[in-house]
């Protein structure tokens, strides 16, 4: 009887514990990610206005500028997440701060890299330059990497060079 009681406590504490932890799939989490998405918003706004950057925005909310395009090629890409892509990039905080940039030909696998970098790139012909600002919930979050505070907005400047 003993142990019963044991089991019984054990599990429903896994199911009330289990139940308070926040996932992508709860309303919670969603609705987290929304406000998010809503308050940066305007802060984007503002810093494409500011920097006179004419920026497209997706359904997402990412936005994107292509500033040298490839009209000698209009080639459809299958996009998987093991497309490799070739690129040169430099990634900024939307103050200037770089925390990341290559001049040197760089190849990523298109699912490993932040969901902001898969929706731009599908979005590029190679040899096009792309400006991509991409929200935080797209980038890293609420998770500080390197220079890179907690719910930073990205600004990306990305030269497609090779898609394989």
Do not use: H
């Not at 504490?13 to 609705?31: A, H, R, V, W």
């Not at 004419?54 to 299958?78: C, H, L, M, S, V």
């Not at 930073?152 to 394989?164: G, N, R, V």
């Amino acid at each position: 009887m003993r142990k019963l009681l044991v089991y019984v406590v054990v599990v429903s504490s896994m199911f009330i514990f289990g139940s308070c932890l926040k996932t992508e799939d709860t309303p919670n989490y969603q609705q987290q990610m929304q406000d998010q998405l809503n308050s940066e918003e305007m802060i984007i706004s503002r810093f494409l206005v500011e920097k006179n950057i004419a920026a497209t925005r997706d359904a997402t909310g990412i936005y994107f500028y292509k500033y040298e395009q490839n009209k000698d090629r209009n080639e459809k890409y299958n996009y998987t997440p093991n497309t490799i892509i070739t690129v040169k990039y430099t990634g900024r905080l939307l103050n200037g701060t770089v925390f990341d940039s290559r001049e040197q030909e760089t190849n990523f696998r298109l699912g490993e890299v932040i969901f902001g970098w898969q929706v731009g790139i599908q979005l590029m012909q190679k040899g096009e330059k792309l400006r991509l600002i991409i929200p935080s919930v797209y980038g890293y979050g609420n998770k500080s990497l390197g220079l890179i505070p907690a719910n930073s907005i990205l600004d990306f400047d990305i030269e497609l060079i090779d898609i394989k």
